[in-house]
């Protein structure tokens, strides 16, 4: 088992960012409204992640770090099939196979707070008290250090911390109504509040994307048949600057398809300026029946049942809205 752990976490946990991934989209699941996130070293020593989710009840914290699957996995075959399906419910066994992980979670209605620890080997599953407020700290510490070989490939301090960085931008992009901070060796680094309305977004998305983006962008906000995109594009004055921002969220989901960049490229030169990158935050939001985005969850591929139909909505959306109000 602790052999199939680490070669799983090999599918999960490239580096310190993808352990903050897994981590914070759990926080989302148990519908946390604010998430705390303390790195050391770029994350080589600590990964502290807390919310004010739902919590986890006492009886099922060991199970939480234990392989849901294991028994379905008896061959490498079986593992690479598993691989393949992004490898649900086994995000914490694999990041406790090389790491030292310690879970503290409290519910709504328990007296206190419960801690269990998971150390590479050695699991610790007797819970005991802690006066944690309602939520969810997981702490990861000293990320492969039981995997050398895995830790040498771990790039500087600051490359590292730069991945968790930018993946918290990109995570707090498409939910405004969650607040995030992040802090770097004890250094606040971002600090979002929870943003509702339209002018606190707009808010939110000069923080992470420049208050240069936001002055000079058209609004993007266009319905039709089922489908609905939302966000912004910058002008071209703006695009020399910052020629690689460019998101785009399917269903909150952060995405990079070719169809979606030929679509929205077309329809920006179309209007605006020929030769030009577009700089963009866009949202579209569809029946989540016509979209497949699970066929790599650790990647950003995606796959639209209707192809067609999606690009060339986007290419009007973005042809008529950019038209309107062009400057
Ligand atoms: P998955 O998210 O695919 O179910 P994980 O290994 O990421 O698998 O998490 C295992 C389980 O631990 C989750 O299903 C959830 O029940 C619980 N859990 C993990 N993190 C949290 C959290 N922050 N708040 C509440 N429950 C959590
Ligand atoms: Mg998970």
């Known amino acids: 088992t602790q052999l199939v752990n680490q070669i799983a976490a090999g599918e999960v946990v490239e580096r310190p960012a993808s352990v903050v991934k897994e981590l914070v989209e759990n926080c989302f699941d148990a519908g946390a409204t604010q998430i705390q996130i303390d790195i050391e070293q770029g994350g080589a020593r600590l990964i502290r992640i807390r919310d004010n989710g739902c919590g986890i009840i006492n009886e099922d914290l060991g199970l939480a770090l234990s392989r ?3 028994s379905k996995i008896s061959s490498l075959k079986d593992l690479e099939q598993v691989a393949s399906m992004g490898f649900r419910g086994e995000a914490l066994p694999s990041i406790s196979s090389v790491a030292r992980l310690t879970l503290i979670s409290r519910t709504e209605n328990a007296e206190c707070a419960w801690k269990v620890g998971a150390d590479g080997t050695e699991k610790d599953f007797d819970p005991q008290p802690d006066p944690h ?9 000293d990320l492969f250090y039981n995997t050398p070989a895995r830790r040498k490939f771990l790039k500087s301090e600051k490359t590292e911390f730069s991945h968790i960085e930018n993946l918290i931008k990109k995570m707090a992009l498409s939910h405004f109504d969650i607040g995030f901070v992040l802090t770097h060796n004890q250094r606040e680094i971002v600090n979002l509040k929870p943003a509702s309305s339209p002018a606190e977004q707009e808010k ?3 923080k992470i994307c420049g208050s240069a983006f936001i002055e000079n962008a058209v609004r993007i906000d266009f319905a039709s048949s089922g489908l609905h995109l939302t966000g912004w594009v910058g002008l ?3 695009s020399r600057s910052q020629p690689d921002m460019q998101f785009f969220y399917v269903n909150a989901r952060l995405i990079k398809d070719r169809l979606v960049s030929h679509a929205v490229k077309q329809a920006y030169q179309d209007v605006l300026y020929h030769g030009r990158h577009p700089v963009f935050v866009l949202y579209l939001a569809l029946d989540p029946k016509l979209v497949d985005v699970n066929a790599h969850p650790a990647k950003l591929e995606v796959r639209f049942r209707e192809g067609r139909l999606v690009h060339d ?6 042809h008529r809205s950019l038209a309107e109000q062009r400057p």
């Open 204 to 206: 939110r998305i000069a």
């Open 133 to 141: 407020p309602q939520g969810t700290t997981i702490e990861v510490r």
């Open 313 to 318: 909505f986007l290419f009007s959306a973005l």
């Open 236 to 238: 071209p004055t703006f």
């Open 68 to 70: 849901h699957a294991t």
